[in-house]
């Protein structure tokens, strides 16, 4: 098992050093540089211009650079940030937790909401209600993220004002609550962006579920279970659901990615200052560093999603421990 996750490790290393490379150079050999919209004006001198682009590195070619930014990168240090103050890293360390606050909700809810659909469903399975639970399901896994964000947003804020537009918390009047007010503050606001982001995903959850527990249901030990008298509700929880859960924990690590590409459109509808919100930002202003940071970040959730899904699948089935 030691040697099987050193070798993941190894592998997921790489992975991000190939990611990181990629985006350094993408974003370098795109025309034009971070100053092409702020400098390129006739009050601003071509000294001026080139003091700004030197005191970046951005005169110098491209493989110095290159070289520059993986000796950084060794130190932690991503250089300064265009668009906020102070180092990209800083930047991104503001924004990374409230993005895996908004990911870890949204995984929670979904597995919850999609295992417990899907074995309904599965119970049922042919009856009215499974085809009306599984086509709704196909429509939500359908839906863009921005849709369904901006729907929920209208209806859950604006109309019925349930829940907060966007933020993280009431910038006027969190300060001023208890500190159970302050938690309650914080879920209303992360309420909808982790609801959108759950409801998409448990929708693909639960048709796999469904599925999975269907395969299992047939089988001999099922029968023999029912030849005991076991009732059907607990064949279905306690012997079916365990061996059907085997194939679903597996994609626990691998929604990580899934999410993190839904989180940078909800972030940016629920205005929720996180990862995919600043990389949004850092696109339009080509701030470079929080480019690459935010590009290296995803490279380390897709690495980490596939080493979790290793894992769940060896602590939940003997035969891949024995190996």
Same mark, same amino acid.
């Given at each position: 098992m030691r040697r099987f996750l050193a070798r993941r490790l190894a592998h997921g290393a790489a992975v991000i050093f190939i990611a990181a490379s990629l985006s350094f150079l993408l974003v370098h050999l795109a025309p034009g540089d971070p100053f092409s919209s702020t400098l390129d004006s006739a009050a601003i001198s071509p000294?001026?211009?080139a003091a700004w682009r030197a005191a970046y590195g951005l005169d110098r070619p491209l493989l110095?650079?290159?070289?520059r930014f993986l000796g950084q990168l060794a130190r932690g240090d991503l250089g300064p940030s265009l668009l906020q103050p102070g180092p990209a890293s800083a930047?991104? +360390?503001? +924004?990374?937790p409230n993005t895996l606050v908004l990911m870890g909700t949204a995984l929670i809810l979904s597995f919850?909401?999609?295992?417990?659909?899907?074995?309904?469903?599965a119970a049922r399975a042919g009856s009215g209600g499974d085809r009306v639970a599984g086509n709704a399901s196909l429509v939500v896994a359908s839906l863009p993220e921005f849709w369904l964000g901006a729907v929920l947003l209208l209806v859950f804020a604006l109309r019925f004002r349930v829940f907060p537009a966007g933020g993280v918390v009431d910038l006027v009047m969190h300060d001023s609550l208890s500190p159970a007010g302050r938690v309650l503050d914080r879920l209303r606001h992360l309420a909808l962006p982790s609801l959108t982001l759950a409801l998409l995903g448990s929708a693909s959850i639960a048709r796999y579920q469904?599925?999975?527990l269907l395969d299992v249901l047939p089988q001999d030990f099922i029968r023999t279970a029912r030849a005991k008298g076991v009732s059907d509700r607990l064949v279905l929880w306690r012997h079916a659901l365990r061996n059907a859960l085997v194939p679903t924990i597996v994609l626990l690590g691998l929604s990580l990615p899934t999410l993190l590409g839904g989180a940078v459109f909800v972030e940016q509808v629920f205005s929720w200052p996180g990862l995919g919100r600043l990389a949004a930002a850092a696109f339009h202003a080509r701030d470079y560093q929080v480019v690459i940071g935010a590009t290296i970040m995803g490279a380390v959730l897709v690495v980490a999603g596939g080493i979790l +899904?290793?894992?769940?699948h060896a602590a939940v089935d003997p035969r891949v421990r024995a190996q």
């Open positions: 000294s001026v211009k110095e650079q290159y070289l930047a991104l +360390a503001g +924004a990374v919850v909401i999609g295992i417990g659909v899907g074995s309904w469903q469904r599925a999975a +899904a290793d894992l769940l």
